[in-house]
């Protein structure tokens, strides 16, 4: 994923209309892609074959129960942010569903702050692991720079734990990336 | 965290703070304190620090008389910023929810409260503050193998040979993709040996 790639969210909602007034409310946004799965097994196709960052996904379907879904979800695509849509009288597992992977719940019939605010909450999440990820792809380059020329390694090593003293961090990965890139880019 | 997570609650209307703290008390799963406004929320959080009696998680009216719950947010991130919070509004405000999740809150929730509701957003707020502080001792160890790799060519060997164990244990793409136990256990071997 990369930042100014719209996120593609998967709705799975047997009832049509909720499965449209949901994708309505998101495509309105401008800010997301959507896809759409009326049962788990479509869902399933859909994970497999395409790109999908976050899926919305209904508890209760006809074929299957959501939280096995999810499981299944889950194993096609570990890093899919799956937010679960529960009545208010199932709300109760919500919580188990978090306990097997599920980022956030959201009840029916839903409110739009609710939605979106669930929606920016899974994109800040996906954000900040696909940021860490690129953080330390560059950071694990000191390895094989160690390699070829110690002493630089040791240089850059030593300019990231300066920036981040002196900015009052815990550790380089909290800086920002572009810092990073920076370091690592102009110490000589 | 090595006791229950203590959560505290801040909310001026004395009836909605019980019942919050009572429903979270109920589990069994926390400790509760209370606080009634934002001054005694800060003070709150201020006392913790010194008596090691560190509060993870607030739960924050978004209005009080002596401060919105924006401000008091702010200041308690001031003195911590690993504490979550979670602000409480009237549906009409959620809104003011989005303005305070861009200034660090964890997350909302709207009253009249559902108690599933509630317990689902605390819960979820005491595994993100442990995700992050293993997060932030994973990052340090990492540092400190970094440290090692970087000292010389034979200490970069042996760690790295350690590092190959784990990685091959845990089926990890790399040393980074490691978890905090697993990068524990290879500093502990390189150390024992040394």
């Known amino acids: 994923m990369n930042a100014d790639k719209k996120l593609t969210v998967l709705v799975i909602d047997d009832e049509v209309d909720v499965n449209n007034e949901i994708e309505q409310t998101i495509l309105e946004t401008g800010n997301y892609l959507t896809k759409k799965a009326f049962s788990a097994e479509e869902a399933y196709k859909i994970v497999k074959e395409q790109d999908v960052d976050i899926a919305l996904l209904d508890i209760r379907m006809p074929d299957i129960w959501g939280i096995d879904a999810l499981k299944e979800i889950k194993k096609l695509s570990p890093d899919i942010v799956v937010i679960m849509l529960t009545a208010l009288g199932e709300a109760k597992y919500a919580w188990d569903a978090a306990t097997f992977g599920a980022f956030d719940y959201i009840t029916k019939p839903f409110d739009q702050t609710s939605l979106l605010f669930r929606l920016k909450k899974a994109e800040d999440f996906l954000s900040d692991e696909n940021q860490l990820k690129e953080k330390w792809d560059i950071i694990d380059n000191l390895r094989e720079l160690n390699h070829k020329n110690p002493y630089a390694a040791t240089k850059i090593w030593d300019k990231l734990y300066e920036e981040t003293n002196s900015a009052g961090l815990n550790h380089p990965l909290d800086l920002s990336l572009s810092k990073i890139k920076n370091i690592f880019e102009n110490t000589k | ?194």
């Open chain 2, 1 to 194: 965290m090595s006791e229950k997570p203590h959560i505290l609650v801040v909310d001026d209307e004395v009836d909605v703070n019980n019942e919050i703290s009572g429903v979270i008390k109920d589990t069994g799963e926390f400790i509760v304190s209370s606080a009634f406004s934002g001054s005694e929320a800060i003070e709150k959080v201020k006392s913790g620090l010194k008596n090691n009696s560190f509060i993870d998680v607030v739960i924050l009216d978004i209005r009080m008389p002596d401060m919105p719950g924006t401000q008091a947010l702010t200041e308690i991130k001031k003195i911590n910023k690993n504490i979550e919070a979670i602000m409480l509004t009237a549906l009409d405000d959620a809104k003011l929810a989005w303005k305070a999740y861009q200034e660090g809150a964890i997350d909302y929730i709207v009253k009249p409260f559902r108690e599933v509701d509630l317990l689902f957003r605390v819960r979820k707020a005491v595994q993100e503050r442990e995700r992050k502080l293993l997060e932030n001792k994973r990052q340090n160890l990492i540092g400190q193998i970094y440290d090692i790799m970087l000292s010389s060519k034979s200490d970069m060997q042996k760690i790295q040979e350690l590092l190959k164990e784990e990685i091959d244990k845990f089926g990890a793409e790399n040393f980074a993709g490691l978890p905090y136990e697993s990068l524990k256990e290879a500093a502990s071997k390189y150390f024992n040996n040394k």
